[in-house]
């Protein structure tokens, strides 16, 4: 079979293309350990405020250098509203919604999730300043969306 020479270029440099790009989502996914934020825990929405830790929502100290802060997102607020979190350990958020979907997403900082009812998304975050950071719901979740906000303090361990 014949095939023109331009043809073997574009088969060749198309061929290449997919390559290059598994091999780069490949590196990423395995080498980095980079996944989709959450989505592998699931939660009953009706029986968040009965189910740990979700039950008891707020921060937990888990060692030395690790910490849990576990939310739950409703309309149209975060409960709680306020943590505080030392500087320089490792926080880990288990964030969930009752209702609809929201988001948790930390101002200043590639924290973001999109939060659906039925799940449990993780994100993990080391802060390295102390200071007041602002939580925002940026998926537009009804009439009150614009005051869905917390804060979380970080403070000198
Ligand atoms: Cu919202």
Not at 19 to 33: P, R, S
Not at 50 to 67: H, I, S
Not at 80 to 106: A, C, L, M, W
């Amino acid at each position: 079979m014949h095939i023109h020479r331009y043809e073997k270029i574009w088969l060749t440099f198309g061929i290449s293309a997919l390559v290059l790009f598994l091999i780069v989502l490949g590196f990423t996914a395995f080498a980095q350990g980079h996944t989709p934020a959450g989505g592998l825990q699931t939660i009953d929405p009706k029986l968040v405020d009965q189910t740990p830790p979700f039950d008891n929502p707020g921060v937990k100290k888990v060692d030395e250098n690790r910490y849990e802060v576990n939310l739950v997102a409703q309309v149209f607020s975060f409960k709680p509203n306020k943590v505080q979190v030392p500087v320089g350990k490792e926080i880990v958020f288990n964030v969930t919604t009752k209702d609809v979907v929201h988001s948790f997403t930390i101002v200043g900082t590639n924290v973001n999730m999109m939060l659906i009812p039925g799940y449990i998304n993780t994100a993990k975050y080391t802060f390295d300043k102390p200071g007041k950071y602002l939580v925002l719901c940026n998926e537009y979740c009804g009439a009150g969306h614009q005051l869905m906000q917390m804060e979380i303090e970080v403070i000198e361990g």
